[in-house]
């Protein structure tokens, strides 16, 4: 279930007055999809603390880079994992 607070946030040195959407915990009925909305939402919250800005908000970033970065990460935990299973099987 969802509902609509008024908040405030501070982005710098404005204050971002809005109507935000507030999940509770089990918002749906699949706990798969309760738990990656949490860590979305917690996510969020930690990039906003360590970056000062929301994803929203944030102008400068070069996006395509970011996430072909996180791809190449990506595929570096794949071949780790395959490298684990494979020794894990002989």
Do not use: C, P, W
Request: charged letters at 35%.
């Amino acid at each position: 279930m969802s509902k609509q607070n008024k908040d405030e946030t501070k982005v710098g040195n404005k204050v971002k007055k809005e109507m935000v959407t507030v999940f509770t915990l089990n918002t749906t009925h699949d706990e798969v999809v309760d738990k990656v909305i949490y860590e979305f939402k917690d996510r969020s919250e930690q990039g906003q603390n360590k970056y000062g800005t929301t994803l929203e908000a944030n102008e400068k970033d070069d996006f395509l880079q970011h996430l072909k970065e996180e791809l190449m990460d990506a595929t570096l935990y794949i071949q780790k994992l395959q490298s684990q299973i494979n020794n894990n099987n002989k």
